[in-house]
């Protein structure tokens, strides 16, 4: 992803989140003995994709870019794997909803644009924490990097679909459902070479988002691809990711 893109929709992010969190910010030497550790999954593999449980703070999910999610419920000492009946390994995007622990939605398909690609074969839902999946949709996007749930119903989800790395292809941009993923409306379409790489809420309101979108291609015979095609760009949605507007500068 190009660097100047990061930086602008980290910076919008950050803008709205920085002001009401400086209160609550501990002092840093409160860590200063703590340290990294590994907590596996012991060879999980790369990782995209980490969700945490908002009712449980010892519940953890991992997605694996060519290895499934993992599951564990004490905080990282033991992890399970319950994706292993689905028909691909390699995970994009996790997401819990934050009003219904029990709701879990994953993206397949890695959309980290680098020399070793593993697609996807688009979303999943779970309606028991993992116990059992369902697909849901988006078949053909093969790389989805990111997933909104919106916090006041488990429902309304968001997908940021990079879409396919070796080609042009109309299932990518921001998709939008209402009904837990049973349907999706594409709500943010640039064209067939360009798809979407980030999503981010406004903290405390989810009717604002901001979408960065990614026109990039893996091409034979290279290891890493162009990363700044004139198709990218930052994009504002001030309805909960129904319309968007372009944010020009």
């Known amino acids: 992803m190009p660097p100047k893109l990061i930086r602008a929709l980290c910076g919008a992010t950050v803008l709205f989140a920085v002001a009401p969190s400086i209160a609550a910010t501990p002092d840093p030497s409160l860590y200063g003995a703590l340290k990294w550790r590994s907590i596996g999954p012991f060879r999980g593999g790369r990782v995209l994709a980490v969700a945490g449980a908002p ?3 010892l519940h953890f999910y991992f997605g694996a870019v060519n290895g499934g999610v993992w599951e564990t419920r004490d905080a990282g000492r033991t992890w399970t ?8 390994g390699s995970i994009g995007a996790l997401a819990v909803a934050p009003s219904n622990a029990r709701i879990v939605y994953v993206g397949t398909g890695e959309a980290d644009m680098r020399s070793d690609i593993a697609q996807g074969v688009g979303m999943f839902r779970s309606a028991d924490s993992g116990k059992s999946w369902t697909a849901s949709g988006l078949s053909d996007t093969q790389q989805i990097a990111r997933i909104l749930v919106d916090p006041r119903n488990p ?16 299932e990518r941009g921001v998709f939008r459902s209402s009904d837990g993923g049973k349907s999706w409306a594409k709500t943010l379409f640039k064209d067939a070479d360009t798809g979407a790489i980030a999503l981010a809420y406004k903290p405390g309101d989810p009717d604002i988002v901001y979408a960065a979108l990614w026109q990039t291609r893996r091409p034979p015979w290279s290891v890493y691809p162009p990363s700044n095609g004139p198709g990218s760009g930052l994009y504002k949605s001030l309805d909960g990711g129904r319309t968007w507007k372009a944010i020009n500068g």
């Open 155 to 170: 429902d309304t989800v968001l997908v940021a679909a990079l879409g396919h790395p070796y080609g042009p292809n109309a």
């Open 55 to 57: 009712d449980d703070r």
């Open 81 to 88: 794997p319950i994706f292993d009946e689905a028909p691909v």
